[in-house]
């Protein structure tokens, strides 16, 4: 068992490498950004367990990680199950039981992608996105339109300033997603995932229960979308159900795509592009002085889909790809 | 009866109005090489899906090992041991020829998804096995070599044996091949008669053919069953079907009086 | 590891440095400058920039020269926060003003408590955003008020039994005023004849106003802002509703009549100030706002010069200008003479001030009467 | 029961609006199999097109036929000249690529029309010029009919009668019908695909231009984003009639006009979004193809 833990463990240790330089080089508005990058790659990479290998296509994923914010965000202000000193065990705690929640939903939104496909399921998970969404407006021990205020955020403690203790969160569940979501699509099961996106047919002719991988894939792709639903909650501390609408299902599909489909490092590659790309250019804002970022950005999509429709990775992870071009050429 | 794995008793399927197979049966002793033989269009392939739960009969029963299979996911009859290649063919094409195989072998995964995750002993020893096994199946046919390459990039013969190997992967009792000699020349149909005789032999396979080379046919199978229009007009072994008047009536069409 | 290399890029790409000159002091503002509440963003910046600029020609304060920066929320609530941390973090504001609409405000406020900069709101009247914590202030009266003051003219001015009210969900500002509103007036002995809801963007409320017709009220309580309430003005004559509509100051914008044209006239809405007011300093106001922009001011715009006046009193005052010492000094504001009235700031940094009820006629809004707060 | 049929007035009217629209969702899709996201931000800049057409001209305040005619001609020429640049740049190189990618760069194209449009036409809601004067043909004690709603009605009717004609009785309708029942024999049948589906896309888009200005008459309130959550709606529309089916598009659009209507008035206006996805849920659930569509079984 010690042995598999290796490779994660070494990797969260390696990456809080970059906490610390965030920590002391750059300004909470930069670091603020990054927390949000950490919350894109792990919606990134839970969608293109969906989309990419298990080539169901799913609108809907923003609905899945507003479930896990507001789950989140109602536990964590009105029950605290372990003592002050443990307060940062307690947003494990709360991110699990928003995944859980978030699962369910996903488990929800699996059956009706057994009987449909491409489009079609799209428009269905794009419905219960909204469904999600309309629900959580009507109900008024959430807040209702106005969302919930003042979610508590991580706490300091043990010699962490409130912005690494709200890092290492985040990082601990990026690299828990990576590490699971990695070993599921490299095993058996990962394989039965690709054979439904290969020919549904032929895949349940050869004994894999094609209904149980689609509903697998939601489920799992769904808790980690609550968890990320459950860290933004507790970053930006206020949610609404407005921020969790159509556009952020599509931010995260165009991730996925950007990234190539059924590539988890080119889905995480795409993240942190497009979690960027509006702040880089809000640089250009000022010279402008008019907000040029989602023109560009809806430029820049329709321009990769023309000219690299297989996405940035494509298929590939980013380790062939450094076999293929960098070995080649040196 | 009693020895008899695949006992089909007349099963129809009605699409709106239209019978494309009325009221079939016919029976397949264990290891025994059956053939399905017709004219275009006679539903030949329609029988396949019945069998195999693509479409449940509207009416009728087929039992497996005398267990009523009607009704079941077509995953579910394949855990119980009947499987099938496809007319033309359906492979993963864009995963390796050993991912092709090894998805076959999945049902019999027994570690769970939380074993996969934390990758322990039993996990790394399944998945190794598992790849032995399937070389050792993909070498029958001669392609552990190209195990790695894409399966759409094969030649079209190889694609087919591929599809065979992958069936055969699932551990099978009974193996139902959709015209496994399309398209091939004559010596590439010699040597699949000798791999589907040498499987049947190796494997203890029970083996049902639908076919439209005769020589094939008529070399190998030892029990054929003739459907025309959906209904079975004569079944034996293959001089009885080679002499029978209805059966030439329905391939040659009659002399016009 | 193939992550670490990801991760390098990262934060290789954040090469932002800003420079910070000594001899400014740098103030911030965000609004709605986009999005669907822009007029509202535009009228408030101008009344900061004018009182800005004037205290500027003036030479300053303490011999430094104000530098306002506004950023644009485009009326959207994450964005409000990512703006307001931007400011202050990167641009380090000693001060921030802002925003008209409570729920962003809401949003927001949190960002500017934890780091200890004082927040002026010229005009977020939902009671909660002061609740925020000790460095948000405002300079308008509270929803509790401005329900009152309707419930109170429409029972004892105008003399109404019953009222329907159609609220707008998705905005804090109109569920809130839209509950006191019904209980005051049901206090008053007044009855409500329906409360159904709309969502700020719907366009059709065909449906809403048909069920409130079949009560038929004397009146309509829309707490909304004017995007809405113009077709909803419309829609209401459409359907051949004549009962007059009644709301609060998130009606005052000259887009209201533009959309509603004449359904709208005749309906009352409570406001912060009023352009017909005598009061010389208001007229006085005015004045100079037309020789700078060329139109008359409306109320966000007033509230906004008020609000920049505060703080730079409050400044002028203080002793010297880091943020502690100007929180303390706004908190100390009493009967400041501003341009919307007498403004002092009660224990939890609301301001308790007299409110206006005016009566649409065209483009112009007829002061009706003054409502003053129970002492 | 005067409510009753006041809400059914309003419902036909404003499920006559989805219905124009979902036409153009329906036609395209019949035709290259895409969701044509972008349809929604044609209907937008019809929208604005119309208003500075008003301006321009100078008929702002001059309702009346000639006005309506005017700005119906404008809308409909602006919507067709923006729906052949969108098919001629966007669409066209993507014609033999996967499904999901011209569903993203339709996002795409979606994405930028609106955002470009807040830039150009200021994100400020703008106000719709009146087009017809807008008085009470009817008045039934309470039940008002105006004549803002018939003329929807009207207009509709005839933009969908001329459709169906369009379709069923011309070459150009033939050779569209063959090109969404099989594109390659059509063409080996000497039919010019390109042209074909550049001209759907020119008929799709004028009938947004028309839902533009009906709307503009109704709801005089425009602005850039007006087209998200029409568009969705009268997607769904489309989906319910039978994505492809011409009268499934009106008959979904009338559908979804109609309970929306009824759902806000009976139960609350706030699941009115929700109404519309979970109508699409169900009906997909039991009739995979929509009402009137046909179901193709997946051959094995």
């Known amino acids: ?330 | 009866m009693s020895d008899a794995l695949l006992e089909v008793s007349g099963i129809t399927m009605r699409f709106g109005g239209l019978k494309a197979v009325d009221n079939l049966s016919f029976t397949l002793k264990k290891g025994q090489l059956g053939g399905l033989i017709g004219p275009n269009g006679a539903g030949k392939t329609t029988v396949f899906n019945m069998l195999t739960g693509v479409y449940r009969p509207t009416h009728g029963d087929v039992k497996l090992g005398g267990r009523s299979m009607v009704g079941l996911r077509p995953y579910q009859i394949s855990h119980h041991g009947l499987t099938r290649t496809f007319q033309n063919i359906r492979l993963f094409k864009n995963l390796s020829v050993l991912n092709n195989v090894l998805i076959a072998t999945h049902q019999h995964a027994r570690t769970g998804l939380w074993a996969a995750v934390a990758r322990n002993q039993a996990f790394r020893k399944e998945d190794r096995e598992m790849r032995e096994r399937a070389l050792d199946l993909l070498k029958i046919f001669k392609l552990d070599g190209k195990a790695d390459e894409q399966a759409g990039s094969l030649p079209y013969g190889q694609q087919r044996q591929l599809e065979i190997v992958r069936a055969m992967a699932t551990q099978p009792k009974v193996i139902l091949l959709d015209e496994p000699a399309a398209g091939m020349n004559h010596s590439e149909t010699h040597s699949l008669m000798e791999t589907i005789a040498r499987i049947r032999q190796d494997f203890q396979l029970t083996v049902l053919l639908i076919e439209h080379d005769m020589k094939l046919v008529m070399g190998i199978c030892e029990n054929i069953v003739v459907l025309d229009h959906g209904v079975k007009i004569e079944e034996g072994a293959p001089e009885r079907i080679r002499s029978s008047p209805k059966v030439i009536e329905a391939y040659l069409g009659v002399e016009e009086e | ?375 | 029961m005067q409510d009753f049929l006041q809400h059914v007035i309003n419902g036909l009217s404003l499920g006559s609006i989805y219905a124009l629209i979902a036409l153009g969702y329906t036609m395209v899709y019949g035709i290259l199999q895409m969701i044509n996201f972008a349809h929604s931000d044609v209907y937008m800049v019809g929208a604005f097109a119309s208003y500075y057409a008003a301006k321009w001209l100078g008929i702002e305040n001059q309702p009346g036929l000639m006005t309506l005619a005017t700005l119906l001609v404008v809308s409909m020429l602006v919507c067709s000249l923006l729906g052949l640049t969108i098919e001629r740049l966007a669409y066209r190189p993507l014609r033999k690529a996967p499904k999901l990618n011209i569903l993203i760069t339709a996002i795409g194209v979606s994405l930028f029309l609106e955002y470009t449009g807040q830039i150009v036409f200021g994100a400020d809601p703008k106000v719709f010029p009146e087009v017809v004067n807008d008085m009470v043909l009817a008045d039934f004690g309470r039940l008002q009919l105006k004549s803002s709603d018939i003329t929807v009605l009207i207009v509709s009717l005839i933009s969908m009668v001329a459709l169906q004609f369009l379709i069923h009785r011309t070459k150009v309708g033939r050779a569209m019908r063959a090109v969404s029942q099989n594109a390659a024999v059509a063409a080996m049948l000497g039919v010019n695909t390109d042209r074909i589906i550049a001209f759907t896309f020119v008929v799709g888009s004028s009938l947004a231009g028309v839902g533009s200005v009906l709307v503009g008459m109704k709801y005089p309130k425009i602005e850039p984003l007006m087209g998200m959550m029409i568009g969705l709606k009268a997607f769904v529309a489309a989906v319910l009639g039978g994505i492809g089916n011409i009268t499934g598009a009106v008959l979904g659009g009338l559908i979804m006009g109609l309970s929306e209507e009824m759902v806000v008035a009976y139960l609350s206006s706030t699941y009115r979004d929700a109404l519309a996805f979970g109508l699409l849920i169900l009906i997909l659930l039991f009739r995979p193809a929509g009402l009137l569509g046909r179901y193709q079984m997946e051959k094995v």
């Not at chain 1, 991988?213 to 939601?218: G, L, P, S, T």
């Not at chain 1, 921020?243 to 489909?261: A, E, H, N, Y």
């Not at chain 3, 009671?127 to 401005?146: A, L, M, N, S, W």
């Not at chain 3, 009352?268 to 208001?282: I, R």
Request: contains cysteine; neutral net charge.
């Open chain 1, 1 to 330: 068992m010690l042995k598999s833990l290796k490779a994660p463990v070494l990797s969260f240790l390696g990456f809080i490498l970059i906490g610390v330089v965030l920590e002391f080089g750059f300004s909470a508005f930069i670091q603020i950004t990054a927390l949000f990058v950490l919350v894109n790659i792990i919606l990134a990479m839970s969608l293109n367990l969906v989309n990419g290998t298990t080539g169901q296509f799913s609108l809907g994923h923003a609905g899945f990680m507003a479930v896990g914010a507001y789950v989140s965000a109602y536990s964590s202000q009105h029950w605290v199950p372990l003592p002050e000193s443990l307060g940062f065990l307690n947003f494990i705690i709360y991110a699990v039981l928003a995944g859980l929640f978030a699962a369910f939903f996903g488990f929800l939104v699996g059956q009706p992608s057994l009987r449909l496909k491409g489009d079609y399921l799209a428009i269905v998970t794009l419905g219960f996105g909204e469904i999600i969404r309309v629900a959580l407006l009507n109900m008024d021990f959430l807040g209702g339109a106005r969302g919930i205020h003042a979610i508590p955020t991580l706490p300091e403690g043990w010699g962490l300033s409130r912005f690494m203790s709200q890092y290492l969160f985040g990082l601990f569940w990026t690299v828990t997603c990576f590490f699971v979501l990695w070993r599921i699509i490299h095993s058996s099961h990962g394989r039965a995932l690709l054979s439904v996106r290969e020919d549904e047919i032929a895949a349940e002719a050869m004994g894999v229960n094609t209904t149980s991988m689609k509903v697998r894939a939601f489920v799992i792709a769904a808790f980690f979308a609550g968890v990320a639903g459950a860290m933004s909650a507790h970053y930006v501390r206020y949610i609404s159900p407005s921020s969790f609408g159509f556009l952020k299902s599509v931010d995260v599909v165009i991730m996925v795509v950007l990234g190539g489909m059924g590539s988890m490092t080119g889905a995480i590659f795409a993240a942190i592009l497009v979690t960027l790309l509006p702040e880089v250019l809000r640089g250009l804002q000022d010279l402008t002085g008019v907000d040029l970022r989602m023109v560009i950005y809806s430029l820049a999509l329709i321009l990769v889909m023309i000219l690299r429709p297989k996405g940035l990775f494509g298929e590939m992870e980013l380790p062939d790809l450094w076999r293929r071009y960098v070995r080649r050429s040196s």
């Open chain 3, 1 to 375: 590891m193939k992550k670490q290399i990801l991760a390098a890029l990262l934060s290789g790409l954040f090469v932002v440095g800003c420079t910070k000159s000594g001899d400014e002091i740098r103030v911030g503002e965000f609004g709605s400058l986009t999005g669907n509440e822009a007029t509202f963003g535009i009228s408030t910046n101008k009344g900061i920039r004018m009182a800005i600029d004037e205290v500027n020609e003036k030479g300053g304060i303490k011999g430094k020269k104000i530098k306002l920066i506004t950023l644009d929320d485009q009326g959207k609530d994450t964005e409000a926060v990512q703006v307001v941390t931007r400011l202050i973090t990167q641009e380090k504001v000693v001060a921030v003003l802002g925003e008209v609409a409570s729920s962003r405000t809401k949003a927001a406020a949190p960002i500017a408590q934890e780091y200890k900069i004082p927040l002026i709101t010229p005009s977020s009247t939902n009671p909660e955003v002061t609740k925020i914590g000790d460095h948000v202030f405002r300079v308008c009266f509270i929803d509790p008020f401005q329900g009152y003051v309707m419930a109170k003219f429409a029972s004892e001015n105008l003399k109404l039994k019953k009222v329907a009210i159609l609220r707008d969900v998705k905005n804090d500002y109109s569920v809130g005023l839209a509950d006191v509103f019904a209980a005051d007036f049901k206090k008053m002995g007044g009855e409500i004849t329906s409360d159904i809801s709309y969502q700020a963007g719907d366009v059709d409320f065909k449906a809403q106003l048909t069920q409130i017709r079949s009560k038929n009220p004397d009146a309509i309580y829309v707490p909304g802002y004017y995007t809405e309430v113009g077709l909803i003005a419309k829609q209401a004559r459409d359907l051949g509703i004549k009962a007059p509509l009644m709301g609060g100051d998130g009606w005052d914008s000259s887009k209201l009549s533009e959309i509603g044209k004449d359904a709208i006239n005749g309906s009352y809405f409570s406001n912060h100030y009023t352009s017909e007011s005598t009061d010389p300093v208001v007229q006085d106001f005015i004045k100079r706002f037309k020789d700078k922009y060329g139109e008359t001011p409306d109320g966000l715009a007033a509230m906004g010069y008020d609000a920049a006046k505060v703080l730079i009193t409050a400044m002028e005052r203080a002793p010297d200008l880091n943020p502690k010492s100007i929180r303390d000094e706004i908190a100390k504001t009493k009967d400041f003479v501003g341009v919307t009235g007498k403004i002092t700031l009660n224990e939890n940094r609301d301001a308790v001030k007299s409110a206006v009820i005016v009566q649409v006629q065209g483009a112009t809004n007829k002061y009706v009467t003054t409502i003053n707060p129970t002492p």
